[in-house]
């Protein structure tokens, strides 16, 4: 593989770039680790600047199925440009993409963090037993369903999702509802919603609010390591 890598996903700028920042010519405006980018910026996630991308000449863009469009990514493809897009549901599968990018696509040795994130979740307890909902999104309202890789970390942590077994992955239910739904916890990450102490638990009274990172929650990267520890303090802090 050649040495001119676009990415469209702010946890895979992150892997890349911690691995081997050379190799990265550009990534999108949310890409905002590690600080300090020195690189071109070719727009956002859901609407990448096709033709930017294209003058950068890359040899791989990165992409995610879940986080960029699939019309954009046949676009880059139509452009010429090869794109690796990558298929993250749950841990497992995030450390055998993560692998298979650096490693398999890159021919990168396969690096020390990478490591240290699977052995950071390996033989985990949980932290404890709360039946909670995780809104990622207000105005509506929706939450963490099925299937999610933030919902399979908060598994692993002993957070049992009340709505794990919904239909949809994001699905949108009423405040209403969600404060009936009989929880221990309501947990709020800052991304992609930026839920604060002043946004957020004031719509559920009486019930405890875990304010949590949004990128150790739903990042696959360098932050997979510490991950547990923060989450963990986090629900701890909380209940």
Known sequence: MGQRVVSLVPSLTE???ETRPGLLVGATDW????????LVRVGGTKNPDVAAITALRPDLVLANEEENRAPDLAALRAAGLEVLVTEIRDLPQALRELDRLLVGALGLARPGWLD??????TGLGPAGEW???VPVWRRPWMVLGRDTF???LFARLGVRNVYAGH???YPRVPAEELAAAGCDLVVLPDEPYRFTAQD???AFPGLPAALVSGRHLTWYGPS???APAVLAAALRAAH
């Open 15 to 17: 892997a890349v770039a």
């Open 31 to 38: 890409c905002t680790r590690p600080a300090g980018l020195d």
């Open 116 to 121: 240290a994130a699977e052995a950071a979740w």
């Open 131 to 133: 039946r909670a909902f």
């Open 150 to 152: 933030a919902g399979d």
């Open 167 to 169: 239909a949809e992955r």
């Open 200 to 202: 957020g638990p004031e």
């Open 224 to 226: 997979l390591a510490e």
